[in-house]
């Protein structure tokens, strides 16, 4: 199996955590790092399975470093790829677009032909509304770290132990 | 990467040349927000400013999707990026903020930071927040009405500004009549320090708007360039083709502080001060010109050295340009109104049947409708089958001339007042009339708007003249109680920027409106609904008659006092004359001022010099009534003619009663009329 990408702002500080934990769940071995900040189309183009970290900001906006590295992968195709997307997102204070960043992203994958992988219950969140809702589920992982932060290992494990085997299925 | 539109502009797609062109007109924008606090700082000027630095992305599509003369912009405080992406130079833009002459807004004028320029259609605006949504839906009226189909209205605005009530009068009368009109929220969390959670319980406030039937509403990330290019792009051309409003919310961060009597770190922490420093709009789009070799950094600092020189250059002229002159304020107060020749003093000597109060009104209304097609009459009750107005001034007018011109106003008389402002911007020849409420009790609410409208002529150095004459049905004696009784002159004649007019008889209601209505300005035309249809305000009335401004009527002459007044104590007054005179009392001239503003100040003192003693009537309060401006100017210009102290009458201080009891004992009539009379004739 080839590396999977973990891609994230090597600037950030919540999310840089939270991935050090997926990393260790996974096996170092099984990962590599870009820097979302910096990353080109080769980085890109040379993963199957992707980790995207993307956080939402402000009222329901992807980071700087996703809206500007995006135009870079925007033409390729992205069928037989895997994407898990994981995101924080406050409930309490960002109720009516929480983790939208994480909904921003799946579609933009899909468009693309992607699939997206690793969704999780919305049962135990408390908000009003997101993008990154499908029905009962979220399209990632929604990590809250300002109001649930006691709930996050057990939601990253649950998470990487499902998408090691959506990225070890066959396509 | 956040709203739903179609994608024309992009990194990579979008033509060099227009990438380098908004590059060059961010970093203009940015160059002179950033200079704007150093004129503050060495005393020449600019002492408001509200920085626009976050705002860059939405601002910029703003102004690059106006289209100068065709559609119109009504930018607001923050929009120094709108204003400069709409084509304004550098030099206006230092003009406007460091209050020149040359300013092109208005000479110095108004505020600071307040760009305009209404040659192009970029309006000149209140600092009253939102205040000119209510104008930008008046506009989308008028490009509807006369069947414009290329053109559209941008009003923009900060979100806090949506707490305002008449935003949502604005909305709503763009939804109602579906109008051509993009409406702006440029969200930077904030309305000075208070933050939007303490403004409205959505975070994003368009949701709040989401229950407006034709509204179509937008949302963007009003800090990237393409996202709100993009946006704007399909909010104008979905106006345009749908004939219907739309909603875009842009999501800003503000940089800065509130503007430069704010002090943001006193609300803000480092951490959010640090973040919104990172989302600058104008540093993301040098970083994706470079990211994606759309632009060298050669070429950049090109156009950085370029717009250094062209801001040097135009702070050497705005450093230079002359001030305003101090004998300049009286300049452009009021338009000239019409000039009233066939009739140059207001009078006339016909003899033919007597028309009421109403009538005369009616009639002077449909003629003038006949005589200009430019001409729209809106108010509450106006026009339903039969109902022609609550007292039926109206009455036959939407038959004869359509819904497009006479047509109901919601209950609302801030928009009443606001779109009539509005409408008045499209064409210099459109005249308008609006039973501005049900009632003058229930015009407070529309009060922002008038004193808005009273500032544009002056504001724009001329500029702008909203033509307009609002009717009020005014004042008591009906048993109509504290909310049917009010006559509120008193209060509306303190304003510079409108004439106010009270006739007491049919004739000179019909002249005056006449008048009013051919006149540039706004006119305050105040009935007396006492008098519609007293047989006592029933006259002759000459079909083309005309009363000028300024011109007051000896109602009765006499030699031994003067009774001033106007309205429905004018009919006291000639009771009290006649009484006076047959008890062989004295001879005592009535004077009908008719024109409160301008005051017939010659034709007073000509009366005074005569008689020598002086009495002021009207149903007003006598506490700061108008009556006391007329004091006070007899005692400066005519006090060595007078034998007596100046005695006023008029209604107690108190609010009218609905009891009649109650109603008789706090106005003027006959009676106290008399009794003062005689008080000052026995002086």
């Known amino acids: 199996m080839k590396k999977v990408g973990i891609f994230y702002s090597f600037r950030s500080v919540k999310t840089h955590q939270q991935v050090k934990k997926m990393i260790k769940l996974l096996g170092a071995d099984n990962c590599e790092e870009v820097d979302a900040d910096v990353a080109t189309l080769e980085d890109f183009k040379k993963h199957d399975n992707y980790i995207f970290a993307v956080p939402t900001w402000f009222d329901g906006e992807l980071p700087n470093y996703w809206d500007e590295y995006l135009p870079t992968i925007e033409d390729e195709s992205f069928k037989g790829k895997k994407f898990a997307i994981f995101g924080g997102g406050d409930q309490k204070n960002y109720p009516e677009n929480f983790v939208d960043g994480v909904g921003i992203m799946a579609e933009f994958i899909e468009e693309r032909g992607g699939k997206v992988v690793g969704f999780t219950s919305t049962k135990g969140y408390s908000y009003e509304d997101s993008r990154a809702e499908r029905g009962d589920q979220f399209c990632g992982l929604a990590l809250d770290i300002e109001n649930q932060a006691a709930l996050s290992n057990e939601r990253i494990e649950k998470w990487i132990t499902d998408i090691q085997k959506e990225f070890s299925k066959k396509k | ?683």
């Not at chain 2, 024109?595 to 009495?615: E, G, Q």
């Not at chain 2, 209604?651 to 009539?669: D, K, Q, W, Y």
């Open chain 2, 1 to 683: 990467m956040k709203s739903n539109v179609p994608v024309k502009y992009s990194i990579k797609k979008t033509d060099k040349d227009l990438l380098l062109k908004w590059y060059h007109l961010l970093f203009l924008g940015r160059s002179l927000d950033e200079r704007a606090p150093n004129y503050l700082k060495q005393a020449i000027g600019w002492s408001y400013h509200a920085p626009a630095a976050g705002h860059d992305g939405i601002q910029l599509a703003i102004g690059q999707m106006f289209r100068k003369n065709k559609d119109h912009l009504f930018p607001y405080y923050r929009d120094l990026q709108t204003c400069v992406a709409a084509g304004m130079t550098a030099e206006e833009i230092i003009y406007n903020g460091i209050s020149r002459d040359a300013d092109v807004a208005g000479g110095g004028r108004h505020m600071s930071n307040h760009f305009a320029k209404p040659e192009w259609n970029i309006h000149n605006v209140s600092s009253c927040t939102g205040n000119h949504t209510l104008h930008a839906s008046g506009v989308g009226r008028a490009i509807k009405t006369y069947g414009e189909k290329d053109a559209v209205v941008i009003s923009s605005q900060g979100e806090s500004s949506v707490s305002e009530g008449y935003v949502y009068e604005a909305i709503n009368g763009a939804s109602n009549e579906e109008l051509p009109v993009v409406f702006v929220f440029q969200d930077n969390g904030y309305g000075i320090s208070v933050p939007k959670e303490d403004q409205t319980a959505n975070r994003k406030v368009a949701k709040n708007f989401e229950g407006f039937k034709n509204l179509h509403i937008l949302y963007c990330n009003g800090k990237d360039v393409f996202d709100s290019m993009n946006t704007m792009e399909e909010a104008v051309a979905w106006a345009k083709r749908e004939q219907k409003p739309v909603l875009v919310h842009a999501n800003c961060v503000r940089i800065g502080s509130h503007s430069n009597s704010d002090r943001h770190e006193l609300y803000r922490d480092e951490n959010e001060l640090r973040y919104v420093r990172e989302y600058d709009p104008l540093a993301k789009y040098r970083r994706l010109l470079l990211r994606y070799n759309r632009a060298t950094e050669e070429e950049l600092k090109e156009i950085e050295e370029k717009v250094k020189a062209e801001v040097k250059a135009a702070h050497k002229k705005g450093i230079t340009a002359p001030q305003p002159t101090p004998e300049s304020i009286y300049d452009f107060v009021i338009p000239e109104p019409y000039a009233a020749d066939k009739y140059p003093d207001g009078l006339h000597n016909s003899e033919g049947e007597a028309k009421k109060f109403i009538e005369a009104l009616n009639e002077t209304l449909k003629a003038e409708f006949r005589h200009n097609p430019d001409t729209f009459i809106w108010g509450q009750d106006i026009a339903n089958k039969d109902k022609g107005g609550i007292f039926n001034v109206t009455k036959g007018m939407q038959q004869e001339f359509g819904k497009k011109r006479v047509f109901n106003a919601p209950i609302a008389e801030d928009y009443i007042m606001g779109t009539a402002n509005g409408m008045s911007r499209y064409n210099k020849d459109i005249r308008i009339v609006v039973e501005g409420a049900e009632f003058a009790d229930y015009f407070w609410p529309a009060m922002e708007q008038f004193v808005e409208t009273t500032h544009e002529y002056w504001r724009t150095k001329g500029q702008f003249s909203p033509n307009i004459t609002v009717r009020l049905a005014s004042g008591g004696y009906i048993g109509g109680g504290l909310y049917h009784s009010q006559t509120i002159e008193g209060a509306l004649a303190t304003f510079p920027g409108v004439r106010v007019v009270y006739p007491s008889f049919a004739d000179d209601a019909a002249g005056l409106l006449r008048t009013s209505m051919r006149s540039e300005g706004m006119t305050l035309f105040l009935e007396p609904k006492a008098l519609y249809n007293a047989p006592k305000a029933a006259t002759p009335v000459p079909d083309d008659f005309e009363v000028p401004f300024g011109k007051a009527r000896i109602r009765r002459e006499g030699r031994d006092l003067t009774i001033i007044t106007y309205g429905n104590t004018t009919h006291f007054c000639l009771e009290a004359a006649e009484k006076l005179a047959k008890e062989g009392i004295a001879d005592v001239e009535v004077l009908d001022l008719r024109s409160l503003s301008p005051l017939d100040t010659d034709a007073i003192i000509a009366s005074v010099k005569k008689t020598s003693r002086a009495m002021i009537v009207h149903e007003d309060k006598v506490f700061a009534g108008f009556g006391g401006e007329v004091a006070a100017t007899i005692s400066e210009v005519a006090f060595e003619y007078l034998d007596a102290p100046i005695k006023r009458v008029g209604s107690a201080f108190t609010p009218v009663g609905f009891n009649r009891i109650l109603e008789a004992a706090v106005l003027p009539n006959t009676d106290k009329i008399l009794q003062a009379a005689k008080e000052i004739l026995e002086y």
